[in-house]
C-alpha cells in the first residue's frame, strides 16, 4: 500500500504555473492520497471546480473532500438566484471504497492583521486490503507554534475518540423498514494514518506535543497507544528530509498509530516535483 501527502498550493506549480492535470500525474501512483489546499471556484486558479478536476484525472481513484473555508460565490442569473460556495480544504482519494467520511473545524486565532484562515482536519475511513483504517488529511497554521498548539490538542481529541463514537452509524433500529439499516454498519478502527501540511519540523514543541517528549539520556518517548512518525520508522533519521524547499526541513508528514508501525516499509519524498511549492511525502506499508 503506498500513500502520498501532498500540500498542493490551489494547483499554482514551482514554475508559476496552475496545472491540476500536472499534480495528478505527479501521484497517480499512490493508493491513497491526501491532499491540502484544495480550493473550489476561486479566481486565482480559474475558478474550476478543483476536487472535481482532479478526480476527472484520478479515475482509478474514489474521493471526499473537506472544505474548511467557505463562502458564498454565487450570482443571479435570469432572475435565479444560483447558489455556489468559494471554498478551501483538504481531499482524500483511494483506489479502496470510502466507508465514511467526516470533516472537523480546528481552533482558529482571529488575528487582526496576520492572514488567518479556518482550517480542519478531514477523516476517511477506508477499505483497505488490510482491513479498515482511518486516514486523515490536515493543514495547519502556518502562523506560529501558539496556533498551532490548539490545533494538535484537538486534532488528539478527535483521533482518540473516535473508536468509542462508533462508525457514521452504529447501533440498531426500532424499525427494520426506516432505511437505516441498508447496510452493515461502518467500522470505526483504531487504526490510523494521519497526513498533512502540519507546518512544523521534528524537534520542535508541536512534533513533541504529537508524538512524544524527548527524554535526557533515552531519547524519544513514544506511547503505547500514540502516534509514531513513519519517516523515523522507514530507518530515516529524524532530523532529516526536506518537503519544502524554504523550509529545508520536514513539515510535511505521515504519522501511524503504533498498531500499523510494523507495516511501514519505505518512505521518501519527491523532491523532482513541480506542481506545488511543496515536494510530496510518500509512504509504503506492506500487506
Partial sequence: MKVVSY?????????????????????????VIALQEVDRFWKRSGMVDSPQVLSDHLPDHYWVYGANLDMNAGWIADGRKISRRKQFGTMILS???????????????????????????????????????????????????????????RILEILASA????GAWCGGH???????????EPPMPSELVLLGDLNFSPGSTEYARMIGEIAPGYG?????????????????DETS???????????????????LAPQVAAASIDDQATGSDHWPLWVTFSQ
Fill in 220 to 236: 524519544r518517548l513514544t506511547n503505547r497507544a500514540g502516534l509514531l512518525d513513519a519517516w523515523v520508522l522507514a530507518g530515516h
Fill in 163 to 166: 473508536p468509542a463514537e462508533g
Fill in 95 to 153: 483506489r479502496w471504497p470510502i466507508l465514511s467520511s467526516r470533516n472537523f473545524p480546528l481552533p482558529k486565532w482571529g488575528d487582526r492583521q496576520h492572514h488567518s484562515i479556518q482550517q480542519g482536519i478531514l477523516e476517511a475511513v477506508i477499505a483497505t486490503p488490510v482491513g479498515p483504517v482511518r486516514f486523515y488529511s490536515v493543514h495547519l497554521s502556518h502562523l506560529c507554534e501558539a496556533t498551532r498548539l490548539p490545533q494538535i490538542d
Fill in 241 to 259: 528530509g526536506s518537503t519544502h524547499p524554504n523550509a529545508k526541513t520536514r513539515i510535511d508528514h505521515c504519522f501511524v498509530s503504533a498498531s
Fill in 174 to 184: 426500532p424499525d427494520p423498514k426506516s432505511g437505516w439499516l441498508e447496510e452493515h
Fill in 7 to 31: 500540500n498542493i498550493q490551489y494547483g499554482l506549480g514551482s514554475d508559476g504555473r496552475y496545472d491540476l492535470a500536472r499534480i495528478a500525474g505527479e501521484i497517480e501512483d499512490a493508493d
